[in-house]
């Protein structure tokens, strides 16, 4: 017996299993059987009855798998083997076969064998039974060289009656045979079938596509935010990933060889330019840059004073305010006691500075994500071009004061004495 064109037959050809019972008995070729999914299964067994039973008497025979309400269920009832199932029995010989065709991963099951008299409750089952196992074909990647990949055809079954392989690239039929090689280069995709399997091959084998890349949350980044980056793509087998940082002025540091990028607490020096890789033996791929924008509120501003040195009356001074913050801050000029600000602006001129400017000065610089300030104090030297002279005949009058009243205590001295 043959299965149609081309099919792969499994063929139940090993030790026999004898399961028996006061000269009832079935008699299994094989307790064990692993198939490729799409392949043909062929299973049979042998049967004998007690003496004095007439082959006339046997009104039923069939295979299962399930019961119900205690009695077997025939498999040709069964719906998911419907158009797949066919017997063939011999009184004669008293043998059965099952032929399961194109089958599937959900037949993986065990199959008895069970048979009646028209006696009522005259029957024998043959426990255990046939134990089926389907799997699905695999290409395996192996690099032969920098620039030679060689792909097999695999199943997990040991697949009899020496199974043909045909090989598949972009869904169209290139070659025969159990391996494949290909370029490390390639973007195709590859597949294996059995030949004559009714199109149930291996999945496709392929390099991965370019990576997307996705941040979440997606809405705007705060400094001390939970961040997360993934990296994504489609690949077979299945794709490594690599994240990086790009830098201008050196090569990009590696900073993850997961798919997911984590920031529990993300700062303002996490702002810049990410990308990730993704890479399997058959190529590897860039995705595009994303770019993060952490938002911060400024920091503690710092105040400069122009000119550095002593500051005169009528001198030009200059204060200017900066601070680091994401967006850009705005300044506001402030002096101490005063309700309205002096100016606005990062620089502060005062140009004809006098005695009525002395005081406290602070910026205020602001965004949306907060504001902060700095303090300054200004107090002028003197007028411009009298101070060293008034400092000068301060300290010279002093000191002659004190030479008279040493003179005058002298003399009184002299006259008491």
């Known amino acids: 017996?043959?299965?149609?064109?081309?099919?792969?037959?499994?063929?139940?050809?090993?030790?026999?299993?004898?399961?028996?019972?006061?000269?009832?008995?079935?008699?299994?070729?094989?307790?064990?059987?692993?198939?490729?999914?799409?392949?043909?299964?062929?299973?049979?067994?042998?049967?004998?009855?007690?003496?004095?039973?007439?082959?006339?008497?046997?009104?039923?025979?069939?295979?299962?798998?399930?019961?119900?309400?205690?009695?077997?269920?025939?498999?040709?009832?069964?719906?998911?083997?419907?158009?797949?199932?066919?017997?063939?029995?011999?009184?004669?010989?008293?043998?059965?076969?099952?032929?399961?065709?194109?089958?599937?991963?959900?037949?993986?099951?065990?199959?008895?064998?069970?048979?009646?008299?028209?006696?009522?409750?005259?029957?024998?089952?043959?426990?255990?039974?046939?134990?089926?196992?389907?799997?699905?074909?695999?290409?395996?990647?192996?690099?032969?060289?920098?620039?030679?990949?060689?792909?097999?055809?695999?199943s997990s079954c040991v697949l009899s009656d020496r199974p043909k392989y045909v090989w598949y690239k972009n869904e169209e039929i290139i070659k025969t045979g159990s391996s494949l090689p290909v370029s490390s280069a390639s973007t195709d995709r590859y597949s294996c079938y059995l030949r004559g399997s009714c199109g149930h091959g291996s999945p496709a084998v392929y390099g991965p596509q370019r990576p997307s890349v996705s941040v979440s949350p997606s809405a705007e980044m705060l400094e001390g935010d939970s961040v997360t980056l993934t990296c994504s793509t489609d690949a077979n087998p299945a794709a490594n990933y690599t994240w990086y940082k790009a830098h201008r002025t050196s090569d990009p540091h590696l900073l993850s060889k997961e798919p997911h990028l984590v920031f529990s607490s993300i700062q303002s020096s996490d702002s810049g330019r990410y990308f990730c890789t993704a890479e399997n033996q058959l190529g590897r791929k860039t995705s595009d840059f994303i770019s993060i924008d952490v938002k911060y509120g400024p920091q503690r501003p710092s105040v400069s004073v122009s000119p550095s040195a002593e500051m005169l009356e009528g001198d030009s001074v200059t204060l200017t305010c900066?601070?680091?913050?994401?967006?850009?801050?705005?300044?506001?000029?402030?002096?101490?006691?005063?309700?309205?600000?002096?100016?606005?602006?990062?620089?502060?001129?005062?140009?004809?500075?006098?005695?009525?400017?002395?005081?406290?000065?602070?910026?205020?610089?602001?965004?949306?994500?907060?504001?902060?300030?700095?303090?300054?104090?200004?107090?002028?030297?003197?007028?411009?071009?009298?101070?060293?002279?008034?400092?000068?005949?301060?300290?010279?009058?002093?000191?002659s004061a004190v030479f008279l009243l040493i003179i005058i205590l002298a003399v009184l001295y002299i006259r008491s004495h």
């Open 1 to 154: 017996m043959s299965p149609s064109a081309g099919g792969l037959v499994v063929f139940l050809l090993s030790v026999q299993v004898i399961q028996s019972q006061d000269g009832w008995r079935v008699n299994y070729r094989q307790t064990d059987v692993c198939a490729a999914k799409g392949s043909t299964v062929y299973i049979s067994c042998y049967y004998t009855y007690p003496p004095g039973i007439d082959p006339s008497d046997i009104k039923d025979r069939f295979w299962f798998t399930k019961e119900k309400d205690g009695e077997p269920v025939d498999l040709k009832t069964d719906s998911e083997y419907s158009g797949r199932v066919t017997y063939r029995c011999y009184s004669n010989s008293r043998s059965c076969y099952l032929l399961i065709t194109d089958v599937r991963e959900s037949d993986s099951a065990e199959y008895k064998f069970t048979f009646m008299t028209n006696k009522p409750g005259e029957k024998y089952t043959g426990s255990p039974g046939v134990t089926l196992s389907v799997t699905g074909l695999q290409v395996q990647v192996r690099r032969l060289n920098s620039t030679w990949l060689e792909l097999t055809c695999h």
């Open 322 to 399: 900066s601070t680091d913050a994401n967006p850009a801050a705005s300044y506001t000029w402030y002096k101490e006691h005063e309700d309205s600000p002096r100016a606005s602006g990062q620089i502060f001129t005062i140009t004809d500075f006098t005695a009525e400017h002395s005081g406290n000065y602070y910026c205020e610089a602001q965004n949306e994500m907060g504001r902060s300030n700095s303090t300054l104090r200004l107090i002028p030297s003197s007028e411009k071009g009298g101070s060293t002279w008034s400092t000068t005949t301060t300290v010279f009058a002093s000191i």
